[in-house]
């Protein structure tokens, strides 16, 4: 179960020759700057845009484009989620899901749909309250919920989410985030989801495909390929590293919490509010992690991770080099941004051991 | 006091007006949604042929009509040929020529607010597994009414106050195609101001009511929109 594209879409000015494949479950993240044409191969994956012939489209084995097959819209089982709400303003909230309940036994077919109870899905997304009122009463954070629970609620069989927190202020993001964390992490079906957000990425995907001027740069698992060296966004001032947590001690001294990661390193972060997860992500960027060859003693940074060098970028024209480092004792990777002076004075290498100091964490829940 | 005869042009105006805005709206829907929607590189030709009789003198659109439907006009000859009775002079002859004088009235405000409403709620829907025909029914036609009342009253109205191409096509037999409009012109040539009076008061009453109800249920529209 999987999804496989290979599209070419030619509009003036600009190319979409997209290769890749998606595992069948869990959030890809498709990330990369504005008019890389993240949009756009949504788009042409659920059928709004027409690619070029010899462009190929299968989700879990139906293939959608391809083969002398270009299946309508409205016959793929696609669930959309716009940058911008779009609920149907002449319908309540109760009649916008309808609309999805209403058209989705037509092209789910039998024993195929995930049997997404309607009272499910209003649960998920909190809309008990709203059911009544119209579309015009509502914030914006909320109308994005309804429109999530709409596509959800037409049995899709691939979620495409188009930067759907892009639109809002601060506040109604974090609203927001809580009921992304739970409705991904029981999806059954697979989510692509386009940000330019690290933090969204960082805490919201298992996938990542990255992509620049209409082409795939890289895709794979999350951690894998934010840790490349050579990616588009290690190229830049925003590279970050992904690592996964546990709770060791809630309550720990002076208002901090104790996490522990994979390697039985502590990891000391402000007090975090109890309820939450066991698991916990941190976003690490590159720029404020610092190398030491030795334990470091009598220092203000209280995070240090053992870790051992993987490889290294070629430094880039302000004298900054990138390296790529695999915690001790698991597969977790973290990347540096050191100055290439200290890479040379340090003599790294490949191979040898060396302690991080942790400037600052980002805690991703 | 209005003659009976007025009544009777009354009675046929209204019905003149509301068979042309019935049959406007179903032809006009499909041809509107087409100019909001095509590519086509001649759209602009379609689109000042509709527009033509907002111009054109209605004695020109009358006298073409007249020339087409008699005897030896494409309608004239079709009309023959089928074993129906002519057009011209004849109440149905008068709801054709309606329909082409009234076209603009009803088409435009259609096309505009096809337009308006873009794609993005058809591809909202279309995405949630709606069909074409299921989309234009259960969004677009729900999402025009502000545009639909425009059209029905505008064709409405303006049908009303007809009287160049009645008076080309119908000739002015009461009781058959003799409507308000021409009544009144009747009335005044017979130095008959009273009665005049009374068609000309009743007319710009009806059309001022027609026209406050359309901009009321547009402003009524507009605050359930919000």
């Known amino acids: 179960m999987s999804i496989h594209a290979r599209v070419c879409l030619n509009r003036s000015e600009f190319l979409l020759q997209a290769q890749f494949s998606a595992p069948g479950q869990g959030v890809t993240a498709v990330f990369g700057r504005s008019g890389s044409g993240k949009s756009t191969l949504l788009r042409t994956l659920a059928g709004l845009e027409t690619p070029t012939p010899g462009s190929e489209i299968s989700v879990n084995g139906v293939t959608w484009f391809g083969q002398g097959i270009n299946l309508p819209v409205h016959q793929r089982r696609v669930g959309y989620v716009f940058q911008e709400p779009t609920l149907f303003p002449h319908l309540s909230v109760r009649g916008n899901l309808d609309y999805a309940r209403d058209r989705s036994g037509r092209r789910s077919g039998t024993g195929q749909g995930r049997g997404n109870g309607f009272d499910e899905v209003i649960a998920l997304l909190g809309l008990e309250a709203f059911l009544q009122r119209q579309p015009g009463t509502l914030s914006g954070g909320e109308k994005q919920r309804v429109a999530i629970a709409r596509a959800l609620l037409s049995a899709p069989a691939l979620l495409l989410m188009d930067e759907p927190l892009a639109a809002l202020d601060l506040h109604s993001k974090e609203e927001i985030l809580p009921f992304l964390d739970r409705l991904f992490a029981g999806a059954g079906m697979p989510v692509l989801y386009v940000s330019h957000s690290p933090d969204e990425v960082a805490r919201l995907a298992d996938h990542l495909l990255l992509l620049e001027g209409g082409s795939v740069l890289a895709h794979g698992p999350l951690a894998e390929v934010l840790g490349r060296v050579d990616s588009p966004i290690a190229r830049t001032d925003q590279a970050f590293s992904v690592v996964h947590c546990e709770i060791a001690e809630l309550e720990g001294p002076c208002h901090l919490s104790v996490l522990r990661t994979a390697a039985g390193d502590n990891v000391y972060v402000p007090r975090i509010a109890a309820g939450q997860r066991q698991a916990i992500r941190l976003r690490i960027n590159a720029r404020d992690v610092s190398l030491c060859s030795q334990r470091p003693v009598g220092s203000s940074i209280l995070n240090v991770l053992q870790a051992e060098i993987v490889q290294l970028s070629e430094p880039d024209h302000k004298g900054q080099q990138l390296v790529q480092l695999r915690l001790k004792g698991s597969a977790e990777l973290l990347l540096a941004r050191i100055s290439e002076y200290s890479c040379q004075q340090m003599a790294l290498v490949p191979g040898i051991n060396i302690y991080c100091q942790i400037k600052s964490v980002a805690l991703l829940c | ?226």
């Open chain 2, 1 to 226: 006091m209005p003659f009976e005869s007025d009544i009777t042009a009354l009675w046929i105006t209204l019905r003149l007006a509301l068979i042309t805005v019935l049959v406007l709206l179903l032809t006009g829907t499909p041809l509107a949604w087409w100019l909001a929607n095509t590519r086509w590189r001649f759209k602009s030709i379609i689109e000042a042929a509709v527009a033509l009789p907002l111009v054109l003198p209605p004695t020109v659109i009358g006298f073409y009509l007249l020339i087409a439907m008699g005897p030896e006009g494409p309608l004239g000859r079709l009309t023959a040929w089928l074993g129906l009775e002519p057009l011209a002079f004849s109440f149905t002859g008068l709801v054709l020529g309606s329909v082409i004088y009234s076209l603009p009235f009803v088409v435009q405000p259609l096309q505009s607010t096809f337009s308006g409403i873009g794609r993005g709620p058809l591809e909202v829907a279309a995405t949630l597994g709606a069909r074409p025909l299921d989309r234009f029914f259960t969004i677009v036609i729900p999402l025009s009414r502000s545009g639909y009342l425009t059209a029905a009253v505008l064709g409405f109205a303006h049908t009303l106050g007809e009287f160049g191409v009645v008076l080309m096509i119908g000739g002015n037999i009461p009781g058959q195609t003799q409507v308000l409009s021409i009544a009144i012109y009747d009335h005044v040539e017979s130095l008959e101001y009273a009665s005049a009076h009374w068609l000309a008061g009743a007319l710009l009453l009806l059309s001022f009511l027609l026209l406050l109800l359309v901009y009321g249920l547009n402003r009524r529209f507009d605050m359930v929109k919000i």
